[in-house]
């Protein structure tokens, strides 16, 4: 039954094309990037009874109350859960991901995402919060997980001529997954109810995740893109031509500086994010009616979300030409002075330049995520990088934590000193780009893998005759169907662009009212 999603089942013919690749990860990716999008779910599940529990009523008795409502803090750790999660499914299921195949594991997140979502649903109906923890945080991050680092090595090896633009195009759609399924969710919510949408939104990502699972194809071992020919590598280039194990890589100093780089990028643009709309309400509420600031601040969430999806399609492809090391100091660079100058735009009531400035911020958030699969093939090769690229998303895991725990305790160190609420972010912005410097020293000590840590001749031709030999007796008898395939192809392109573009309007729309 299950033989179909094996990964000898799925490698290509010399008539495959490649560009079929990346909308299949598309359909998985804009279905877990709603992960960046669930906060719309809290103001509802925090009045599902309509009683507030009293002050008597302890952390743990709400987690099984159904007598009283739960406070928003109770139910925003189901994010942190979710994130959690993601990084440790990533770490641990990546090098089966590399022997099972890239459709098998977009499958299981599938069902691992949806039917979260599905126990959210029930967890919803029932008042208990440990369900919710358990479905959307629990199972659902595991799905995350899996999702997000399926398509990685596919796409690498299906583009070695452009690593960065096959990252950038696949993992784009986690940053806009958010701005399409929000507006579905409200939608859902005002005419079914939260624990309905709950259900109604799970179905709807086992099936996509399930199209893009489907459309996964890997190529034959040793196949090139044709005219392409790689360029010669010197001793002392950052793109390396051998290969380090997955069992290997966390032993060099590289992985752990890559690791570090990753988390405090990370960690930097994610505290931002977490407080985006109360953070301009309460810097900009001098600049707008108080009648409209709560829709502007919306807005300001909604453009953040569309420089989020920019950036990790515009930085990841130029890496191409920048080249990842110095495309992460850019990053560093860059970032500590536009984080510098966020406090200085707020105070003066520079809204317009405020919103700039974090909005170049977003995209570097964005292109931090999309640039580093490449940048770890670029060091690693590209035999293993699915499952070194999963244990490095454990950087992101604490990163969740770190960033928004960091600007929220700030803020409310800064409240309790007498630091009017407009001005209580500053120190915030202060100490992000003291973490973006520390990133920019770490990026800048990245060298070469030493020769000693890369896999013999003999260990890679090992691992590539089993896949060789799979791949032999597959072509000769299976061919690609050429005429559906040009069908197919702009037909997938559309069916992921559309909701693609739709929600770029609709962040632009709900933006664009801060200028006017």
């Known amino acids: 039954m299950f033989d179909i999603l094996a990964k000898d089942k799925i490698i290509a013919d010399k008539e495959f094309n490649r560009w079929m690749v990346p909308p299949a990860a598309l359909f998985i990716h804009l279905s877990i990037g709603m992960i960046y999008g669930v906060s719309i779910f809290w103001p509802e599940l925090t009045k599902l009874i309509g009683t507030e529990c009293a002050p008597s009523v302890t ?93 990685v090595s596919t796409l690498i090896k299906w583009f070695p001529d452009r690593r960065g633009l096959a990252t950038g195009m696949a993992i784009m759609g986690f940053g806009g997954g958010a701005m399409i399924g929000m507006p579905l969710g409200d939608s859902l919510i005002s005419s079914y109810g939260v624990a309905q949408t709950f259900f109604i939104m799970g179905c709807i990502y086992v099936v996509s995740m399930t199209i893009g699972a489907f459309g996964y194809r890997v190529p034959a071992e040793g196949w090139k893109p044709e005219g392409w020919k790689p360029a010669e590598k010197k001793a002392s280039t950052m793109i390396s031509a051998n290969h380090v194990h997955v069992n290997v890589a966390h032993k060099t100093p590289q992985f752990w500086l890559l690791w570090g780089v990753l988390c405090l990028n990370v960690s930097a643009g994610i505290g931002v994010l ?78 317009a330049t405020f919103v700039l400035i974090n909005l170049v911020i977003l995209t570097m958030y964005g292109g931090g995520f999309a640039t580093i699969p490449a940048y770890l093939a670029d060091i690693f090769g590209t035999q293993h990088v699915g499952a070194i690229h999963g244990r ?103 069916v992921v662009g559309i909701p693609i573009a739709l929600g770029i309007s609709n962040a632009l729309q709900k933006g664009l009212i801060i200028f006017q």
């Open 392 to 494: 490095l998303l454990t950087a992101w895991s604490l990163a969740g934590i770190i960033g928004p725990m960091l600007i929220s305790y700030l803020r409310e160190y800064q409240l309790a000193l007498g630091i009017p609420p407009d001005q209580a972010y500053n120190s915030s912005f202060k100490i992000l780009a003291l973490l973006l410097v520390l990133g920019f020293i770490l990026n800048l000590l990245i060298r070469p893998v030493n020769k000693k840590f890369h896999m013999s001749e003999q260990e890679l031709k090992a691992e590539q005759n089993i896949a060789t030999q799979k791949t032999e007796s597959l072509i000769a008898t299976t061919k690609t169907n050429v005429g559906i395939q040009n069908i197919l192809l702009p037909v997938a392109w559309l």
């Open 59 to 151: 952390f743990f008795e709400r987690i099984f109350t159904t007598s009283c409502d739960w406070l928003r803090s109770d139910v925003v750790w189901t994010f942190a859960i979710a994130i959690v999660f993601l990084g440790m499914s990533a770490a641990l299921f990546g090098h089966w991901l590399e022997k099972a195949g890239p459709r098998k594991a977009g499958f299981a997140a599938a069902i691992a995402w949806g039917g979260g979502l599905m126990i959210t649903s029930l967890g919803a109906s029932l008042h208990q919060l440990w369900l919710i923890w358990l479905g959307m945080g629990v199972v659902g991050g595991i799905g995350l997980g899996l999702g997000y680092i399926s398509p």
């Open 274 to 351: 977490a407080v985006a709309k109360p953070m301009f309400q309460e810097i900009a509420k001098s600049s707008f009616d108080p009648l409209i600031i709560g829709a502007v601040a919306t807005g300001f969430g909604a453009l953040l979300s569309f420089a989020n999806i920019i950036g990790r399609i515009f930085w990841a492809s130029s890496s191409d030409f920048l080249g990842r090391k110095l495309t992460y100091a850019v990053f560093f660079s860059l970032g500590t002075a536009l984080y510098l100058s966020a406090p200085w735009a707020g105070l003066n009531q520079y809204i």
